[in-house]
Nanobody, 123 residues
Framework: DVQLQASGGGLVQPGGSLRLSCAAS????????IGWFRQAPGKEREGVAC???????DYADSVKGRFTISSDNAKSTVYLQMNNLKPEDTAVYYC?????????????????WGQGTQVTVSS
């Protein structure tokens, strides 16, 4: 039974930082991709970052250089360090897992999803 628990969201000022956590169970970190996605009000969900032990990491262009995804396999947790946050980063952030493909490109749907955590960037 796959379970994903996202946490760490909150309110932060522009230029600030947050670290999101995704605690996963029932997932093989050796074989599965873990991704972060976000959805802002009135917008489609978009991929933010993903990580896979074999394929490495991938990022959306909008967050490259500001966000870093990492994993702690011993804790079965994936992190998303978000620096230099901008108001346009405001969204509900979701973590997801997939046994087949590590990508943040649109059009591919991960198999398993956790609940979201709200990130609000505002002064």
């Amino acid at each position: 039974d796959v379970q994903l628990q996202a946490s760490g969201g909150g309110l932060v000022q522009p230029g600030g930082s947050l670290r999101l956590s995704c605690a996963a169970s029932g997932v093989s970190f050796d074989d599965w991709a873990i991704g972060w996605f976000r959805q802002a009000p009135g917008k489609e969900r978009e991929g933010v970052a993903c990580i896979h032990s074999r394929d490495g990491t991938d990022y959306a262009d909008s967050v490259k250089g500001r966000f870093t995804i990492s994993s702690d396999n011993a804790k079965s947790t994936v992190y998303l360090q978000m620096n230099n946050l901008k108001p346009e980063d405001t969204a509900v952030y979701y973590c997801a897992a997939d046994p087949w493909l590590a990508t943040v490109q649109p059009g591919y749907e991960y198999d398993y999803w956790g609940q979201g955590t709200q990130v609000t960037v505002s002064s």
